[in-house]
């Protein structure tokens, strides 16, 4: 997949296009005179103008709306723009509520990481092509995946009718709660889940990762009192940083720079990172018993800050998706009614949950019939990028000396660490690479 | 729209089959502007996803493989609809390489809901979203695959029905017709044993009028039908939104009930273009 210019001065390697990932983007490194003189993680999705054509439209509209920038974590669409609007409405869930909403998240945590853990990440470590090529090395650790995300799957339609945009999620709550026997019919296939994802956090300790370790600074939801994942009591960030959603808002200034050819998300100025790596960091007590145990058998510490390592982290967390949801379908209770009615007038609002793939951030404006004026839509990807770049910058200086072969294929590996969503960060970004 | 799968000229199944000595047929995914979910869709059947590898050559498939075998295949998925010059040119060459192309999803098939800018004006959505619309190479309008180049088949839906999609799949490898359902929601939504959200006055229901796949999911939850999977065959969509205006649905409430994921659906944009304008 690379290519390169016929000698030095100017060397260019490029991925023309990212595989096993979310979305179409590429990437490009040069190089002038041997040194490393450009980065870019390219992103060619057509933009698809949320932002604008969420305006104007019915508050309550909102959730399903935005859900269709990406059919990999809708339900984290619907969650985050339920707060906004709930933020907005100045609504409290109930407890029955809320625990629900729960439970539907971990069932897209489960399919979204089992998804990228086995079917697009793993394949790097056993130098296969992809899960087919791996399955045929070994059949029972794809298969494993697969029983997971099928967990993960079953769970959201259970609860929220399918499981790509799932149809029973509104704001306030939900538009019918699941009957008890269904939600009890989940109980068997989580413990078997919950079975499966111990069996693959020990699997994951045993893989050899290549020994990177970033000064990233971390953001994620600090959780109430359970890891965060429908959402949280706060934002927490580097140096301390614990701020409400809107006021995360205000610092995450998003820049449209002609280098990059996107809006990306900076913190102080600075890249940050979200994701899997970042809510360990911030909520490692708060991990539920097994998964602590599971992350302590596999040496985790407070924090890890190697990439290649994320894939640790997600088998931990898909052992808490499971104790989790477990926990939840066994106390279940239907909520009744199964949503609380939001009064929205003119008001502006932010939510803020934990997309598999890091923090996702919406905010709303309405007016006092209730229709959109406002909207923005922060997705993991966006403020990820500038550090997935900065990963990039490290392995291409380390590796100038590789072929153009190797050094894309390690790049292009090292990008699927952060489980990048491109079709989600694309509504806002350039269609054409620009360079100055 | 015309049933997607009613036989055309060009339905000849024996042009979908490898030549002999070929080996096993080739799959190709592609992807224009959309949301992955179709083609997740295909990934989310993990029970046969790895029994369709053994029976198929993945030729093709960006999100799921790092292997990439130039055309021409025997059956490619596209997914997304048509929104920059590039795009265009590129469902032509995907086109040229595909012995059989089945569009899939809302998307795919009507432009999804990012053909709601071709009821606005494109470049006051760029300049409210974008600081550098200059930047930008779009065009005005999204538009269905079909609107380019020649469709052996649609499958409706945002997102796709799971079944529907490996059936298709399936179907065309074993040189059959696929059984899809043709009909409206309203049909499956009778057969599901649904209490009639429209009869009962508790939502208004695209189901009537829309495509039937999802097994009338959104009833089955006490909501109305959103219209996703886009309207039906022959919809008779005035006489529905006659009848939903009697319920004091609003005008406002009736546009943007048409006017969601298959907004630019030949029935439904006509229709909502009778209920004010955005």
């Known amino acids: ?436 | 729209m015309s049933d997607p799968f009613a036989p055309a000229p060009e339905w000849e199944w024996e042009r979908v089959r490898p030549p002999t000595g070929r080996g096993r047929p080739t799959l190709a995914v592609f992807k224009l502007a959309s949301c992955d979910g179709c083609q997740l869709s295909l990934l989310d059947h993990e029970d046969a996803l790895l029994r369709l590898a053994d029976v198929v050559q993945i030729a093709e498939f960006a999100e799921l493989s790092s292997a990439s075998m130039p055309g021409p295949y025997d059956l490619v998925l596209v997914e997304g609809s048509v929104t920059t010059p590039a795009d265009a040119a590129r469902v032509a060459g995907i086109r040229d390489a595909a012995r059989r192309l089945v569009a899939i999803g809302a998307c795919a098939t009507a432009g999804g809901i990012q053909s709601l800018r071709n009821f606005a004006d494109e470049p006051a959505l760029a300049r409210r979203v974008y600081a550098h619309p200059e930047y930008l190479a779009t065009l005005a309008d999204s538009t269905p695959v079909s609107a380019h180049v020649r469709v052996d088949a649609e499958i409706h839906g945002c997102p796709v029905d799971g079944g529907e999609l490996l059936e298709v799949v399936a179907a065309t490898l074993a040189g059959r017709r696929p059984i899809t359902r043709p009909h409206a929601v309203c049909e499956e939504c009778k057969q599901a044993g649904h209490a009639c959200l429209l009869v009962t006055g508790r939502a208004a229901c695209l189901g009537p009028v829309t495509h039937a796949g999802c097994g009338a999911l959104c009833p089955g939850v006490d909501r109305g039908c959103f219209g996703c999977f886009g309207p039906s065959e022959s919809p008779n969509t005035s006489s529905l939104a006659a009848g939903l205006a009697r319920r004091n649905i609003s005008e406002k409430s009736l546009r943007r009930l048409l006017r969601t994921f298959t907004a630019a659906a030949p029935a439904f944009a006509t229709e909502s273009a009778r209920h004010g304008d955005v």
Request: with cysteine.
């Open chain 1, 1 to 436: 997949m690379a290519t390169s210019e016929p000698g030095p001065p100017r060397r260019e390697v490029t991925v023309p296009l990212l595989r096993r990932v979310e979305g179409e983007g590429g990437l490009r490194l040069g190089f002038s005179d041997g040194a490393l003189s450009e980065v870019a993680l390219e992103i060619f999705e057509p933009p698809r103008y949320f932002e604008a054509f969420l305006v104007g439209r019915g508050a309550l509209e909102a959730p399903d709306i935005t859900a269709r920038i990406c059919g990999i974590c809708p339900v984290a669409y619907q969650t985050s723009s339920s707060l906004a609007l709930e933020a907005i409405a100045g609504a409290t869930l109930t407890p029955e509520i809320a625990a629900l909403r729960r439970l539907l998240y971990c069932g897209e945590w489960l399919q979204s990481h089992a998804l990228h853990v086995f079917l697009l990440h793993a394949p790097d470590f056993f130098g296969c092509t992809d899960a087919v090529e791996l399955a045929q090395r070994d059949r029972g650790l794809v298969e494993r995946g697969l029983r997971l995300k099928r967990a993960g799957n079953q769970l959201l339609e259970t609860i929220g009718g399918r499981a790509i945009h799932p149809v029973n999620v509104r704001a306030g709550g939900f538009y019918r709660a699941p009957a008890s026997a269904a939600v009890a019919a989940l109980v068997p296939v989580l413990r078997d889940a919950l079975e499966d994802a111990r069996a693959a956090a020990e699997w994951a300790a045993t893989l050899h990762y290549p020994d990177l370790h970033r000064d990233y600074r971390l953001v994620a939801l600090r959780g109430a009192g359970a890891y965060p994942i429908e959402s949280g009591a706060y934002v927490a960030g580097p140096d301390g940083l614990a701020v409400s959603p809107a006021e995360f808002a205000e610092l995450a200034v998003e820049h449209h720079v002609a280098h990059s050819t996107a809006l990306q998300a900076r913190l102080g100025g600075e890249a940050y990172l979200t994701g899997p790596l970042a809510r360990f960091a911030h909520n490692r007590d708060l991990l539920p018993p097994l998964a602590a145990a599971a992350a302590d058998a596999a040496g985790l510490g407070a924090i890890c800050t190697n990439p290649y390592r994320s894939l640790l982290v997600r088998c931990v967390e898909l052992v808490a998706a499971c104790e989790e949801a477990l926990r939840l379908a066994e106390a279940y209770v239907p909520p009744d009614p199964p949503a609380v009615s939001l009064r929205l007038g003119q008001g502006r609002g932010f939510g803020a949950s934990e997309a598999p793939r890091g923090l996702l951030l919406i905010g709303y404006a309405t007016d006092a019939e209730g229709d959109l004026t406002w909207a923005r839509i922060t997705p993991p990807t966006s403020q990820n990028q500038l550090s997935i770049e900065g990963d990039l910058r490290v392995l291409a200086e380390g590796g100038a000396s590789l072929s153009d072969g190797e050094l894309a294929q390690r790049c292009e590996a090292a990008v699927r660490n952060h489980d990048p969503c491109i079709s989600c960060s694309a509504h806002f970004l350039d269609l054409e690479v620009t360079r100055r």
